[in-house]
């Protein structure tokens, strides 16, 4: 009897804990979610590569281009590295601790507000709510910078209202609020300004008598985010300023509501324009209702930001106003999927404001309105909306025969589609080779042309038309796979459009695989594996990603073979390495062409989006000039960390030493 006494007390540690075992499992069940946008996947056979190396050098070579660059909050994706290992469970695993860490603190804040029973109802909407779907928190796909903000957010919360009312000491408190804060900021990217302006809100209002606290904080975790947050606002705001009206459509069209997904489950000749209204209508209901009926003020103040965050619906009441800011100041494109960016913040909002609507019914009460809300959230509840991704075994194979390889070469994809994220019938969204492969992919869709978007879809179409009797097309196909070096091509058969709601079309397979085999004849390709269907074709011509040569220009037209002499590149690291001396003029090094891969005698030509260097028959020792600032940013990354933690150590002693003084 005191074991179970035991239990009852410990109940906000065990309900949650259960209950998010069970959701997880409901949404992972043993696979990883990924698709679309998705920038981070953990499977079985995944590179963490692809997590460190950003970290530690200025470089990127996704999509494809081998491009200097500087990826600033990179570090934050660090978190996942311990997950790796679990392969496909790593996913559901990270999930389900991030879940536990959340709905206890969930837990803890609405005993603050209730009694037991609605606390414990308050942490099952917290971790089922529709929000949770339209936010993309943990499906259809995941944005892992909103999932962050979700289950740290009740954390942050809790210690601010501890702090509030004096329960906790400033400097107690203040690492752990300002270090998670500026963790979920840092991982913000594009919802940068939303999801700041949601943080100091909610911190600020807990902290509304305690200004300068409140102060040091903000600045605290604002400050923080100066290193990155200018760099970042320079490259992103000019690749905004393109945007047109159908940026604008997105933020008219798109159904942002999350009961359009529950409802169509049962009645799929729902229109989502009617069940956007009904959910505006219900919502803005039960937000009127908790301003009107509860007496506690954080309830009421909780309400009216819910409220707020409501009318970013896409039929918001001040949607002309956001299409206005969307179309002609790039700064505000964040506004195009403000439901994204507001979804942390609108879940745990209506998971607080609902029980108090209850609180005073009866238990049975409490009971039917859960049977009823789980029966129209059951496609969340169950995770039959989650993009779960079982990698099949063949392109397991395909990826473990090409990593064994020895070299530096590209591996080169078809068929691609023009549009639209890659799509196979087992997945679809950004191409998926990147967590595998140790070589460079190029391939297809919107973000995987990159620099060389045109020249890889004049080589995929030239490959598909193969004119035999053009000496012209059959010339440029040997100089793309010279310049590309290309050393393997990939035919997936099972590249396929599984999207409802993007039209992806494919060129056929078979043609592709006919003209290969006729390059086989000619010698340039020989097909030496098949992998389910996948068919891998090897390029036996000489390349390298550098060249000798003598010529100023290149020309896709004439024989490149005639002017370019690979060379051999002695790797320092990822972005630093030695091109031997020759007796050459240039040097062409095809990488897209870029202002910081700077040689030891100074910087590159742009010779047809490639690199072209003076040597003089001299050794090349060329680096990326972005290294330094990269290194700079790692630092103040770590020190937006530290220094909180050192700040609340060295405040925590002198507090002791006043007290046994």
Not at 348 to 365: E, N, R
Request: aromatic fraction near 20%.
């Amino acid at each position: 009897m005191e074991k179970l006494n035991r239990l009852i007390r410990r109940i906000d540690i065990i309900y949650p804990l259960m209950l998010s075992v069970i959701i997880n499992y409901l949404w992972y069940r043993g696979f990883p979610i990924y698709a679309g946008d998705q920038g981070i996947f953990i499977g079985n056979g995944v590179q963490s590569n692809y997590l460190i190396n950003p970290v530690l050098y200025a470089f990127t070579n996704y999509p494809y281009g081998f491009v200097p660059g500087v990826s600033s909050t990179s570090w934050v994706n660090l978190i996942f590295l311990p997950f790796i290992p679990f392969g496909n469970l790593g996913e559901e695993v990270f999930s389900t601790i991030l879940s536990v860490l959340g709905s206890i603190y969930m837990f803890k804040i609405s005993l603050r507000y209730y009694s037991v029973l609605p606390s414990m109802l308050a942490v099952f909407l917290y971790l089922t709510n529709w929000f949770i779907f339209i936010g993309f928190i943990e499906m259809p796909y995941i944005f892992w910078n909103i999932t962050f903000i979700y289950f740290f957010l009740p954390l942050i919360l809790y210690y601010s209202m501890l702090l509030g009312e004096g329960s906790i000491s400033f400097f107690k408190a203040y690492s752990i609020i300002t270090i998670l804060t500026t963790y979920c900021l840092a991982s913000s990217g594009e919802i940068f300004p939303i999801a700041w302006l949601g943080f100091v809100l909610l911190i600020g209002y807990y902290l509304r008598k305690r200004i300068i606290e409140l102060i040091v904080i903000t600045l605290s975790f604002t400050i923080s985010q100066f290193y990155w947050i200018f760099s970042f606002a320079s490259f992103i705001i000019p690749k905004l300023q393109n945007i047109t009206n159908a940026s604008t459509s997105l933020v008219v069209h798109l159904s942002s509501s999350p009961l359009y997904a529950s409802i169509t489950s049962y009645l799929s000749a729902v229109t989502p324009a009617k069940i956007n209204l009904i959910f505006l209508l219900i919502m803005s209901f039960i937000s009127a209702l908790a301003l009107l009926l509860t007496n506690h003020r954080d309830i009421k103040f909780f309400s009216l930001i819910w409220l707020i965050i409501l009318g970013f619906d896409s039929i918001s009441p001040w949607l002309p106003t956001e299409e206005f800011l969307v179309l002609h100041y790039a700064f505000f494109a964040v506004l195009r999927t403000t439901q994204f960016a507001t979804a942390p913040f609108a879940g745990l909002l209506f998971s607080i404001i609902i029980p108090s609507l209850i609180k005073k019914y009866q238990k049975g009460f409490v009971i039917l309105f859960l049977i009823l809300f789980s029966i129209f959230n059951l496609p969340i509840l169950s995770g039959q909306l989650a993009n779960r991704v079982d990698v099949p075994s063949y392109f397991l194979q395909a990826i473990n025969y090409l990593n064994h390889q020895k070299g530096d070469f590209t591996v080169l994809v078809f068929p691609t589609v023009q549009y639209g994220w890659y799509s196979t019938t087992w997945y679809y969204g950004n191409n998926i080779y990147l967590y595998y492969s140790i070589h460079p992919i190029l391939v297809g869709g919107i973000y995987s042309g990159a620099y060389f978007y045109y020249y890889y879809y004049k080589l995929n179409f030239l490959l598909y038309n193969l004119n035999i009797s053009n000496k012209g097309e059959m010339t440029e196909i040997y100089n793309f796979l010279l310049l590309f070096n290309a050393k393997y091509i990939i035919i997936e058969g099972d590249a396929y459009s599984n999207i409802s709601f993007i039209s992806l079309l494919y060129l056929p397979v078979k043609p592709y695989i006919q003209n290969l085999n006729y390059l086989q004849k000619l010698g340039w390709v020989s097909l030496v594996e098949t992998f389910g269907p996948l068919y891998i074709y090897k390029v036996n011509l000489n390349s390298s990603y550098a060249y000798y040569t003598n010529s100023s220009t290149i020309s896709l037209s004439e024989n490149l073979s005639h002017i370019l002499i690979p060379a051999k590149i002695d790797w320092i690291s990822p972005t630093q390495f030695k091109i031997p001396a020759y007796a050459s003029k240039y040097v062409l090094l095809t990488f897209a062409y870029s202002p910081y891969w700077v040689s030891n005698y100074g910087k590159s030509e742009n010779a047809s989006l490639f690199n072209l260097y003076h040597s003089g028959g001299k050794e090349l020792v060329i680096h990326d000039t972005l290294e330094g600032e990269l290194m700079k940013d790692d630092i103040l990354a770590l020190l937006s960390i530290i220094i909180p933690i050192i700040i609340s150590e060295l405040g925590m002693v002198i507090i002791k030493r006043k007290i046994f003084k």
